[in-house]
C-alpha cells in the first residue's frame, strides 16, 4: 500500500535533515509542514530529525487537524502551522517552515523592534517589512493568533522571543525564503551594531515587488 501523502512527507524528511545543518534550528526544535487538499503533512512532535522517515511524518485534516495518518503525535505547533495556511491562502500558499534561527530570533527579541524593516530589498520577497509578534507561550491558540495577524499580506512573520515563520507554495521554496529571511535578519542586526541602518521607501520595494513577479528563469529542455 502507497503511504497517504508519500511525496509531501519525503519531502518534509528531505527538508528536516537540513534544518540543522543550515543553521535554522538547534536540535528538535522548529517543524515543517506541507498541504495537499483537504490534508496537511506535519512533523511529529519531539522527534529527532535524523530518526523521522516518511511513514513517521503526520498527516492530520487542515479543516480541525485532527490526525489521520502516522503513529506519532503532531508538532505542538500544529495550530500555528494551520494558522499561517489560513492566513496566506489567497496568496496560494501550502508550505510552512518554521524555524528558531539565531538572528531571526534574536531580532524578535528586541525591546522596541516590531518589523524587521525595509533595509535590504529582499523584504520585498515576503510582501515588505516582516512584522515582529508580541510573545506569546509556544503552542497557545494566541500564538497561532498573532502570527495570523502578523502575515496580513506578507509569507513571513517573525514571532517575539521564539523564531520566524515563513510560508510558499511549496515547499523548497518555503526552505529558501526561510534561509533568506535569516539573512536578512542577521545584515539588519550587523547594520544595527554598527550604525543607524538606511530604509528604503514604500516605493522602492513596490519596485522590486513588480519585478520579482518576472524573475527568475527556468532551464532549457537539454538538447538532443
Ligand atoms: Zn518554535
Same mark, same amino acid.
Given at each position: 500500500?502507497? /503511504?497517504?501523502?508519500?511525496?509531501?512527507?519525503?519531502?518534509?524528511?528531505?527538508?528536516?535533515?537540513?534544518?540543522?545543518?543550515?543553521?535554522?534550528?538547534?536540535?528538535?526544535?522548529?517543524?515543517?509542514?506541507?498541504?495537499?487538499?483537504?490534508?496537511?503533512?506535519?512533523?511529529?512532535?519531539?522527534? $529527532?530529525?535524523?530518526?523521522?522517515?516518511?511513514?513517521?511524518?503526520?498527516?492530520?485534516?487542515?479543516?480541525?487537524?485532527?490526525?489521520?495518518?502516522?503513529?506519532?503525535? $503532531?508538532?505542538?505547533?500544529?495550530?500555528?502551522?494551520?494558522?499561517?495556511?489560513?492566513?496566506?491562502?489567497?496568496?496560494?500558499?501550502?508550505?510552512?517552515?518554521?524555524?528558531?534561527?539565531?538572528?531571526?530570533?534574536?531580532?524578535?527579541?528586541?525591546?522596541?523592534?516590531?518589523?524587521?524593516?525595509?533595509?535590504?530589498?529582499?523584504?520585498?520577497?515576503?510582501?515588505?517589512?516582516?512584522?515582529?509578534?508580541?510573545?506569546?507561550?509556544?503552542?497557545?491558540?494566541?500564538?497561532?493568533?498573532?502570527?495570523?495577524?502578523?502575515?496580513?499580506?506578507?509569507?513571513?512573520?517573525?514571532?517575539?522571543?521564539?523564531?520566524?515563520?515563513?510560508?510558499?507554495?511549496?515547499?523548497?521554496?518555503?526552505?529558501?525564503?526561510? /534561509?533568506?529571511?535569516?539573512?536578512?535578519?542577521?545584515?539588519?542586526?550587523?547594520? /544595527?551594531?554598527?550604525?543607524?541602518?538606511?530604509?528604503?521607501?514604500?516605493?522602492?520595494?513596490?519596485?522590486?515587488?513588480?519585478?520579482?513577479?518576472?524573475?527568475?528563469?527556468?532551464?532549457? $529542455?537539454?538538447?538532443?
Amino acid at each position: 500500500m502507497p /503511504l497517504l501523502l508519500e511525496d509531501e512527507r519525503t519531502q518534509i524528511v528531505d527538508v528536516c535533515r537540513r534544518l540543522t545543518p543550515d543553521g535554522l534550528v538547534i536540535g528538535t526544535a522548529g517543524n515543517v509542514s506541507l498541504r495537499r487538499d483537504d490534508l496537511l503533512a506535519v512533523t511529529p512532535s519531539g522527534l $529527532p530529525y535524523d530518526d523521522l522517515r516518511p511513514d513517521l511524518v503526520c498527516v492530520v485534516r487542515v479543516a480541525d487537524g485532527e490526525v489521520v495518518d502516522g503513529p506519532l503525535a $503532531p508538532a505542538s505547533e500544529l495550530g500555528l502551522h494551520l494558522a499561517a495556511l489560513r492566513a496566506t491562502r489567497k496568496a496560494g500558499a501550502n508550505a510552512v517552515v518554521h524555524t528558531h534561527s539565531r538572528a531571526a530570533t534574536a531580532l524578535a527579541s528586541l525591546q522596541g523592534v516590531d518589523e524587521l524593516p525595509a533595509m535590504h530589498y529582499y523584504v520585498a520577497m515576503f510582501g515588505g517589512p516582516v512584522r515582529v509578534t508580541p510573545y506569546h507561550r509556544y503552542g497557545t491558540p494566541e500564538l497561532a493568533a498573532a502570527v495570523e495577524a502578523a502575515l496580513a499580506g506578507r509569507t513571513a512573520a517573525l514571532m517575539g522571543n521564539h523564531g520566524a515563520v515563513v510560508v510558499a507554495a511549496d515547499l523548497p521554496t518555503a526552505y529558501e525564503k526561510a /534561509l533568506q529571511l535569516e539573512g536578512l535578519c542577521d545584515s539588519y542586526l550587523r547594520a /544595527l551594531a554598527a550604525g543607524t541602518p538606511r530604509i528604503l521607501t514604500q516605493d522602492d520595494i513596490a519596485q522590486v515587488v513588480q519585478g520579482l513577479k518576472s524573475y527568475g528563469q527556468s532551464a532549457p $529542455p537539454a538538447q538532443g
